[in-house]
């Protein structure tokens, strides 16, 4: 890109008149900003602020950043980049379904009392109610409860 001329714009000149021309190089390069645990927004926020490209985005389980959240980033927090350089996400779907559990303990002694029954059907009833929040990755966590269920009827 021209960054400045001489003689200025406009001038007229004659054949064989010399004109010197400024190139610009290109921007400075700057280190990439680190984005992980920002959310997608405020990620996709700072790569227009900085005059990067959004790349790929790709989602995956994470048990320890929160949903919506980026873990991973291509190229790094320090790297040296420019303008127009991609970025590429990585973000976190939330807490991986299939390793979510809970703990029913039911008291085997009083299996055969119907107080012990309902109570035991009610906390059966909440983990499922929890597990539903996951879609079908919670279908085996929710047979096991259907299973726990026919066993304390």
Known sequence: EVISQS???????????????????GQEPFRMPNLVDRT???????IELYKLTMGNVQEQYSNSVAEGKVIEQSPKSGDMVQAQDTVDLVVSKGKDPAEIG???TIDPSLWGIEESK?????????????????GDGAQPLCAIA????????
Do not use: C, M
Request: proline share 2%; net charge positive.
């Open 7 to 25: 003689p200025r714009e406009g001038t007229n000149l004659n054949k064989g008149d010399t004109v010197s021309l400024v190139i610009s190089k």
């Open 40 to 46: 997608l927004a405020d990620a996709r926020d700072w």
């Open 102 to 104: 809970y703990k029913i």
């Open 118 to 134: 309902r109570q035991a059907q009610q906390l059966v009833d909440q983990a499922k109610a929890a597990l539903a929040d996951f």
């Open 146 to 153: 259907d299973f726990i269920t026919a066993r304390t009827h």
